[in-house]
């Protein structure tokens, strides 16, 4: 069954580092997303990528993040200066018509 | 974008018992609902989803019940059982928009 990967599964980085965090969404989809749960929290909406750009991003997405999709597969989310408020799980989705598929998660603390 | 509000924060079933959650939308251009079910460390996992043309949508254990005129939905567990111990999230979306998650409900079946 087709699975959304996330690399790494668990980063630690200094506060003021950069991170990126790598995704392979489904092959076929078209439309990922990024999103972020702080531990025991709700899930909580970064941004959507369709047609090699940002179609909607929310207010937790500001200047410090940034996404790509370099080439054919992946898809990134580049934290540029890291704050200890970013400590959390960032989840990848891919979805093609309906349904969202979401990857395991890469659990980020800054220390 | 507009919540989705999730209640119990937390619930407790015997091993047999039915689980229950509700949610509630704001958004009223909301058309698709999908149920996710999360374990500890993982990624969201797609359960089963509903759209609005019905009311009732049934797989296996797991059955969503829509009521369009109050904005609400619910899931519900037949036979719970241990292995269905998770948090559930619901959520809500319109065509390409992302999904807004509910705060989550952590379920625990107790023998």
């Known amino acids: 069954e087709p699975e959304v990967t996330q690399t790494p599964s668990h980063q630690v980085t200094q506060m003021g580092q950069e991170v990126i965090l790598r995704c392979v969404p489904i092959?076929?989809?078209?439309?990922f997303y990024w999103y972020r749960q702080i531990l025991g929290q709700k899930v909580e909406f970064l941004v959507s990528?369709?047609?090699?750009?940002?179609?909607?991003k929310s207010e937790i997405f500001d200047d410090q993040f940034s996404v790509e999709r370099p080439d054919g597969s992946n898809f990134t989310l580049k934290i540029r200066s890291t704050k200890l408020e970013d400590s959390a799980m960032y989840f990848c989705?891919?979805?093609?018509?309906?349904?969202?598929?979401f990857g395991q998660g890469t659990r980020l603390t800054v220390v | 974008q507009q919540q989705v509000k999730q209640s119990p924060q937390s619930l407790i079933v015997q091993k047999g018992g039915i689980s229950i959650i509700n949610c509630a939308y704001e958004?009223?251009?909301?058309?698709?609902f999908p149920w996710y079910q999360q374990f500890p460390g993982k990624g969201p996992a797609l359960l089963i989803a509903?759209?609005?043309?019905?009311s009732e949508k049934k797989e296996g254990r797991f059955t969503i019940s829509f009521n369009k005129s109050a904005k609400q939905f619910s899931l519900h567990i037949m036979d719970s059982q241990p292995g269905d111990s998770a948090t559930y999230f619901c959520?809500?979306?319109?065509?390409?928009?992302?999904?807004?998650f509910g705060k989550g409900t952590r379920l625990s079946v107790i023998a």
């Open positions: 989705a891919s979805r093609g018509h309906l349904e969202a598929f």
């Open positions: 092959s076929n989809h078209l439309y």
């Open positions: 990528f369709y047609n090699n750009e940002i179609s909607e």
């Open positions: 958004n009223t251009a909301f058309d698709y």
């Open positions: 509903i759209r609005p043309d019905v």
């Open positions: 959520a809500g979306n319109s065509g390409n928009t992302p999904l807004v």
